[in-house]
């Protein structure tokens, strides 16, 4: 190389003035351009039919726009920030969504921090939840509260927590848990409220509550022997309903038949009582036609009885010739 013939730094910026001095009176325009263009791109802006643009000039809220193309004044004069308030958005605890789908991807990434509790009863439980909510006001959302996401999730983890603390293991896993979704939601919407942040709470869902893997083989036995108790004590009582109410309906079937049979000797009684009060009576006002009525009406019950009859003088002494003793064969 001839180093003799290289250029001096002089002599390169020399030639670059005179190769661009051509170009110099462009400038200005390409300038203008650039910053019409620039102006045009700002003047337009358009929000999504679900959504609801924040309008602040010079960085001080100055309205709200609706769905559709609207202008407005470029240079970071007006600033649009586009909220969406129809999308129903999620918060996850205790695990992460990395994709959705027919095959659902969940992040490898430990969250126990935020899922493991203390039950009221003073056992750990590895707690997994979402909560679900809309944006219902726009404005109390960017201008009331900072990074109101945070506040979300951190007071719903809060909250979920205290009222986890105020039930037992077993109420959390089985028989309380849509009655703990439903206080949770109303206290984190309360309080939301309070620090204005702007969200309507849709939904908060326990999606699976179990023991930390590392006691929940312990857990399983000790569940095990509560439903074998459960099971021993419905036993017993299925016994008890079988024998029980059986027994009780023999000793109520006896006490009504002694009853009835009470009464009716009762009746019969005070029947026969009137009817020999009757009769007294009676005789005491005509005895010979008393006692001949009596002893015919006695005939007529007892004669129809009688198998052989034998009708005798009263003048008889003995009534042994009348009667044949070998008729039946002397036995």
């Given at each position: 190389?001839?180093?003799?013939?290289?250029?001096?730094?002089?002599?390169?910026?020399?030639?670059?003035?005179?190769?661009?001095?051509?170009?110099?009176?462009?400038?200005?325009?390409?300038?203008?351009?650039?910053?019409?263009?620039?102006?045009?791109?700002?003047?337009?802006?358009?929000?999504?039919p679900?959504?609801?643009?924040?309008?602040?000039?010079?960085?001080?809220?100055?309205?709200?726009?609706?769905?559709?193309?609207?202008?407005?004044?470029?240079?970071?004069?007006?600033?649009?920030?586009p909220?969406?308030?129809?999308?129903?958005?999620?918060?996850?605890?205790?695990?992460?969504?990395?994709?959705?789908?027919?095959?659902?991807?969940?992040?490898?990434?430990?969250y126990?921090?935020?899922?493991?509790?203390?039950t009221?009863?003073?056992?750990?439980?590895?707690?997994r939840?979402?909560?679900?909510?809309?944006?219902?006001?726009?404005?109390?959302?960017?201008?009331?509260?900072?990074?109101?996401?945070?506040?979300?999730?951190?007071?719903?983890?809060?909250?979920?927590?205290?009222?986890?603390?105020?039930?037992?293991?077993?109420?959390?896993?089985?028989?309380?848990?849509e009655?703990?979704?439903?206080?949770?939601?109303?206290?984190?919407?309360?309080?939301?409220?309070?620090?204005?942040?702007?969200?309507?709470?849709?939904?908060?869902?326990?999606?699976?509550?179990?023991?930390?893997?590392k006691?929940?083989?312990?857990?399983?036995?000790?569940?095990?022997?509560?439903?074998?108790?459960?099971?021993?004590?419905?036993?017993?009582?299925?016994?008890?309903?079988?024998?029980?109410?059986?027994?009780?309906?023999?000793?109520?079937?006896?006490?009504?038949?002694?009853?009835?049979?009470?009464?009716?000797?009762?009746?019969?009684?005070?029947?026969e009582?009137?009817?020999?009060?009757?009769?007294?009576?009676?005789?005491?006002?005509?005895?010979d036609?008393?006692k001949?009525?009596?002893?015919?009406?006695?005939?007529?019950?007892?004669?129809?009885?009688?198998?052989?009859?034998?009708?005798?003088?009263?003048?008889?002494?003995?009534?042994?010739?009348?009667?044949?003793?070998?008729?039946?064969?002397?036995?």
């Amino acid at each position: 190389m001839d180093w003799q013939n290289v250029p001096t730094p002089e002599e390169i910026i020399d030639v670059g003035k005179k190769k661009f001095s051509g170009y110099a009176k462009w400038i200005p325009a390409a300038i203008f351009v650039l910053f019409a263009f620039a102006g045009l791109r700002g003047l337009i802006y358009s929000i999504g039919p679900d959504e609801v643009g924040v309008i602040q000039r010079f960085g001080k809220y100055s309205g709200l726009s609706t769905p559709g193309l609207h202008a407005k004044i470029p240079f970071g004069v007006d600033k649009v920030t586009p909220i969406k308030v129809e999308k129903v958005f999620k918060d996850e605890f205790g695990f992460r969504t990395v994709e959705s789908g027919v095959r659902t991807r969940y992040s490898a990434r430990n969250y126990e921090d935020e899922s493991l509790m203390l039950t009221g009863d003073l056992n750990i439980l590895d707690v997994r939840w979402i909560v679900q909510f809309k944006i219902k006001d726009p404005v109390k959302l960017l201008f009331s509260t900072r990074r109101p996401e945070d506040n979300i999730h951190d007071i719903s983890e809060v909250v979920m927590r205290r009222f986890v603390g105020d039930y037992s293991v077993d109420e959390v896993l089985t028989t309380k848990r849509e009655e703990v979704d439903d206080l949770v939601q109303h206290e984190i919407q309360r309080i939301l409220d309070m620090y204005n942040v702007g969200v309507q709470i849709v939904t908060v869902k326990l999606l699976d509550v179990n023991p930390p893997e590392k006691v929940k083989s312990a857990f399983n036995e000790v569940n095990e022997a509560k439903q074998e108790k459960e099971k021993m004590i419905n036993q017993a009582w299925e016994a008890y309903n079988k024998v029980i109410p059986k027994a009780k309906g023999t000793a109520e079937k006896t006490i009504r038949e002694a009853e009835g049979y009470a009464l009716d000797k009762i009746n019969r009684a005070k029947g026969e009582s009137a009817r020999f009060l009757a009769t007294l009576e009676e005789y005491k006002k005509a005895p010979d036609i008393t006692k001949k009525r009596l002893y015919l009406e006695t005939l007529v019950q007892v004669l129809p009885n009688a198998k052989e009859k034998y009708i005798i003088d009263s003048q008889q002494k003995s009534i042994l010739p009348l009667l044949d003793i070998n008729k039946k064969g002397g036995q």
